[in-house]
């Protein structure tokens, strides 16, 4: 590399780290992830001391209350609901209430409506229901336990022959790649998090790479640079500089993330989803590093190239439109993947350049994968980046001295056929 890639590539990085909405944005994320961290270890702290913290101990609220309304004459009784749900406030309400009730729950000053009509029907009661609560299932095969061990009781059989036929089996998944640390249950909560943490990262400075190179383009003194110093030199420079940029705010968060974790360590161990995520194996963190470079560099350039397509800033996001879409879509397809990421279908696209840098990544953490095939990815998304990073340069030569309409693909072609 020259002495010209260089100068941009340190410009470009310094004029990140002197960026006051960078290095905001960086502390704001640092003491945020902190603080959440130290959550569980304050709480604790407040509890041995005997401060009261808001919303602690404030008891049961009347809007939370759910009340049940028992018409079947059976004097049900409502301790085994109280036992099965002990988190729910439960209250006896009489029929002739149900108005009322109703009235109550239109106002959001209670929560819910139980009716038992019969041992086999009963009426949930809300003001708007939720596809999402789980809660109206859960009291109906509760409900069904307890009438069914009713009915057994009016044959005549004992309560212990009663419990008998009511113990619900249990079943107990294992998992035979338990011993690798590959489960499920280990690998989702990390895995997941670090893709986000990918499709964020690229998705933002592939933005700014794009941003920064049509904002030039105002510039008149763009033209005399474009003309002196070699366009391969001046995008490399810029997209590596973005890139270690970029790099530098995802190791601030990791060595957050580690150092506040080991602080807090005695309390967030008991949490298995926080402790999952923190007990990843260490290759995962470098292969976190690695293909946030592969996949960064793979639409950094294709951001810079179209981005000098735009004559002004405001036309940024007609511009890179293809390459959001593109990129999208390996992040849903690689999320996709996470539940049946020994798929065929998915193997195949970890060596496909644009889509391999998460997919790979999601098949390393979730799957054994064999060497040979983890470098055969590298490798094809290498060549793939130094080919689109060749490409682009030529386009970001001739884009950024081109003003007006952005071209159409076809006549894109014809111009770099005829450049030199």
């Given at each position: 590399?020259?002495?010209?890639?260089?100068?941009?590539?340190?410009?470009?990085?310094?004029?990140?780290?002197?960026?006051?909405?960078?290095?905001?944005?960086?502390?704001?994320?640092?003491?945020?992830?902190?603080?959440?961290?130290?959550?569980?270890?304050?709480?604790?702290?407040?509890?041995?001391?005997?401060?009261?913290?808001?919303?602690?101990?404030?008891?049961?609220?009347?809007?939370?209350?759910?009340?049940v309304v028992d018409r079947t004459g059976l004097a049900v009784d409502l301790a085994f609901l109280k036992q099965a749900l002990p988190n729910e406030q439960w209250l006896a309400a009489d029929a002739d209430r149900l108005t009322e009730l109703k009235a109550s729950i239109a106002d959001q000053k209670a929560r819910a409506v139980l009716v038992i009509e019969t041992p086999d029907t009963?009426?949930?009661?809300?003001?708007?229901?939720?596809?999402?609560?789980?809660?109206?299932?859960?009291?109906?095969?509760?409900?069904?336990?307890?009438?069914?061990?009713?009915?057994?009781?009016?044959?005549?059989?004992?309560?212990?022959?009663?419990?008998?036929?009511?113990?619900?089996?249990?079943?107990?998944?294992?998992?035979?790649?338990?011993?690798?640390?590959?489960?499920?249950?280990?690998?989702?909560?990390?895995?997941?998090?670090?893709?986000?943490?990918?499709?964020?990262?690229?998705?933002?400075?592939?933005?700014?790479?794009?941003?920064?190179?049509?904002?030039?383009?105002?510039?008149?003194?763009?033209?005399?640079?474009?003309?002196?110093?070699?366009?391969?030199?001046?995008?490399?420079?810029?997209?590596?500089?973005?890139?270690?940029?970029?790099?530098?705010?995802?190791?601030?968060?990791?060595?957050?993330?580690?150092?506040?974790?080991?602080?807090?360590?005695?309390?967030?161990?008991?949490?298995?989803?926080?402790?999952?995520?923190?007990?990843?194996?260490?290759?995962?963190?470098?292969?976190?590093?690695?293909?946030?470079?592969?996949?960064?560099?793979?639409?950094?350039?294709?951001?810079?190239?179209?981005?000098?397509?735009?004559?002004?800033?405001?036309?940024?996001?007609?511009?890179?439109?293809?390459?959001?879409?593109?990129?999208?879509?390996?992040?849903?397809?690689?999320?996709?993947?996470?539940?049946?990421?020994?798929?065929?279908?998915?193997?195949?696209?970890?060596?496909?350049?644009?889509?391999?840098?998460?997919?790979?990544?999601?098949?390393?953490?979730?799957?054994?994968?064999?060497?040979?095939?983890?470098?055969?990815?590298?490798?094809?998304?290498?060549?793939?980046?130094?080919?689109?990073?060749?490409?682009?340069?030529?386009?970001?030569?001739?884009?950024?001295?081109?003003?007006?309409?952005?071209?159409?693909?076809?006549?894109?072609?014809?111009?770099?056929?005829?450049?030199?």
């Amino acid at each position: 590399m020259s002495s010209q890639f260089w100068k941009v590539m340190r410009f470009e990085f310094m004029t990140y780290m002197r960026n006051k909405v960078y290095v905001g944005m960086t502390l704001a994320f640092v003491i945020i992830l902190a603080v959440t961290l130290s959550i569980p270890g304050i709480i604790e702290f407040a509890k041995s001391t005997g401060i009261t913290l808001p919303g602690q101990n404030e008891g049961p609220k009347p809007e939370d209350a759910i009340h049940v309304v028992d018409r079947t004459g059976l004097a049900v009784d409502l301790a085994f609901l109280k036992q099965a749900l002990p988190n729910e406030q439960w209250l006896a309400a009489d029929a002739d209430r149900l108005t009322e009730l109703k009235a109550s729950i239109a106002d959001q000053k209670a929560r819910a409506v139980l009716v038992i009509e019969t041992p086999d029907t009963y009426t949930w009661i809300v003001h708007r229901a939720s596809m999402t609560d789980s809660l109206p299932i859960q009291v109906q095969a509760i409900l069904g336990q307890y009438f069914t061990s009713v009915k057994l009781d009016r044959y005549g059989l004992d309560q212990a022959a009663i419990g008998d036929i009511m113990k619900q089996p249990v079943l107990t998944t294992q998992e035979t790649v338990e011993s690798s640390g590959k489960t499920m249950e280990q690998t989702y909560a990390y895995t997941y998090l670090l893709l986000f943490l990918l499709y964020m990262t690229v998705m933002m400075y592939g933005q700014l790479v794009a941003t920064s190179i049509a904002s030039e383009k105002s510039n008149r003194a763009m033209e005399m640079l474009i003309t002196s110093a070699r366009p391969l030199n001046l995008m490399f420079g810029k997209v590596i500089g973005s890139g270690l940029a970029g790099l530098a705010q995802i190791a601030a968060l990791l060595v957050t993330a580690g150092v506040f974790y080991q602080i807090n360590a005695a309390h967030l161990t008991a949490i298995p989803f926080v402790r999952n995520i923190f007990e990843m194996p260490i290759a995962i963190i470098a292969y976190t590093l690695i293909f946030y470079l592969t996949g960064y560099f793979a639409y950094a350039f294709l951001y810079g190239a179209l981005g000098s397509l735009a004559s002004r800033t405001e036309d940024i996001n007609t511009s890179i439109m293809p390459i959001m879409l593109l990129f999208m879509a390996a992040f849903f397809v690689s999320f996709t993947g996470m539940f049946t990421p020994e798929a065929g279908w998915f193997t195949i696209c970890s060596f496909v350049p644009f889509l391999a840098a998460m997919v790979m990544f999601v098949r390393i953490c979730m799957t054994d994968v064999p060497g040979w095939q983890i470098l055969i990815s590298i490798v094809i998304q290498l060549a793939a980046i130094w080919a689109t990073g060749w490409i682009s340069a030529k386009i970001y030569r001739l884009g950024v001295l081109m003003y007006g309409k952005p071209p159409k693909l076809k006549e894109l072609t014809r111009m770099l056929r005829n450049a030199r």
